[in-house]
């Protein structure tokens, strides 16, 4: 079968295009994409696609012959995701070709309404697909920057910081849950080992909760360091937090705990033999 | 057959483990400490296994019952340079190595067997004052 769409994208390309682009810039917000880029992409896909279409099979986008019309919109729908469109924004571009293409369809075939019909369903259907594709990657771009965005955070949110020769100290601010304190582990442990520290530090004290599960994992973690030759000390327990450990039945016998950062810090100078004097100078 | 050395330092031995342990190994290596201590009348061990990249149940109960028999001869045991993986690995495992002394490296392990665990008496690292 020959189709229809195949010999309208040939002879009429270029006033398809011109009508396609003024439809795309009316609807797309002003100056977050210069005319010349879009038209360029325009053009592309116009291209592409005519060259796609020519092959048999129309029912799927899935065909080798398709690959570069996937292509071409996968980078569309990468970028436009990127500058913040919305994924309707991001579907239209493909989804608003349906007006010039059927007012072809249409001029050429008006005399056999059945033919006409059938033509236009296979065009609207693969036009469906190709801007349901956009949707699918716009989404999926947008997911893969949520999840580094967390990352960064989950780094962030955990450093481990030098106080001293010989002690670190490990502020945890926010809700600790497993994959927060696996990563919190990992860290203290590791700068452990690169520091030489016998004393970390680890301040509660922006922890609003704590329940058994993160507890464990405290413990899991003291318990690690002190293989490792390290002694922990957990300072900035809020009142709430040692009811509630108290409650859980956590047993903490043998770990140090201090109320606040400066007390672990005076006890961890006073561990590694050093001393402070405060000289009053005037 | 292979075998994990021993090296005497003074009253202590050293043990460096650079290949990975298997069952038979640690068994080994067992008896010769065991043996090694009441030749020497060694006061302290040092297990240096910063080169241990995996450390199964069966090898950290070696370490305990080593230490647990060096107590029984009279020695001290410090198990040095455990790698961060490894101690996270032991603790999944429920092997705290309870009675095990550590320390990072072999040169704070040192200390520790020199002061004999006595905190009071260990060296300071910054001059007082």
Not at chain 1, 205 to 221: F, I, M
């Amino acid at each position: 079968m020959d189709s229809k769409i195949s010999s309208i994208l040939e002879q009429s390309s270029t006033e398809l295009l011109s009508e396609w682009l003024q439809l795309l810039t009316s609807s797309y917000r002003q100056g977050v994409l210069k005319e010349a880029e879009l038209r360029e992409e325009c053009r592309e896909f116009l291209q592409a696609f005519a060259k796609a279409v020519q092959g048999d099979r129309l029912d799927s986008i899935q065909g080798p012959q398709w690959s570069d019309v996937r292509d071409i919109l996968t980078h569309m729908s990468r970028s436009r995701s990127q500058k913040g469109f919305t994924p309707s924004e991001t579907a239209m571009f493909v989804l608003s070709l349906k007006q010039p293409l059927f007012e072809r369809l249409r001029q050429q075939w008006s005399d056999r309404s059945h033919e006409l019909l059938d033509e236009i369903w296979q065009t609207t259907t693969l036009l469906d697909r190709l801007g349901l594709l956009t949707t699918e990657i716009h989404q999926k771009t947008r997911d893969e920057i949520i999840i580094r965005q967390q990352e960064e955070l989950l780094e962030l949110s955990t450093p481990v910081v030098k106080l001293w020769h010989n002690i670190l100290a490990l502020p945890i601010i926010g809700t600790l849950d497993s994959a927060r304190t696996q990563i919190v582990m990992e860290s203290l442990l590791q700068k452990i080992v690169e520091t030489g520290s016998e004393i970390a530090i680890i301040d509660i004290t922006g922890v609003p909760t704590v329940d058994t599960l993160t507890a464990q994992h405290l413990l899991k973690t003291i318990t690690a360091a002190r293989l490792m030759g390290a002694d922990c000390i957990i300072s900035g327990i809020r009142p709430q937090i040692a009811q509630t450990i108290v409650y859980l039945g956590v047993d903490l016998q043998g770990i140090i705990t201090k109320s606040t950062l400066a007390d672990a810090f005076a006890l961890a100078l006073r561990r590694t033999g050093t001393q402070i004097h405060r000289s009053d100078v005037k | 057959m292979e075998r994990i050395p021993i090296l005497q330092m003074g009253d202590f031995l050293l043990v460096t483990i650079q290949v990975d342990m298997h069952d038979r190994l640690a068994m080994t290596l067992q008896d010769d400490l065991t043996n090694r201590i009441c030749q020497a009348n060694a006061r302290g061990v040092l297990i240096d296994i910063s080169a241990l990249e995996i450390v199964d149940s069966f090898i950290g109960r070696i370490l305990g019952n080593i230490a647990k028999m060096a107590k029984v001869l009279d020695a001290q045991t410090v198990v040095v340079g455990m790698q961060p993986a490894v101690a996270i690995t032991l603790v999944e495992l429920g092997l705290s190595l309870e009675g095990i002394r550590t320390a990072l490296n072999v040169e704070k392990g040192m200390n520790l067997l020199r002061t004999g665990f006595d905190p009071q008496s260990a060296p300071h690292l910054f001059p007082r004052g």
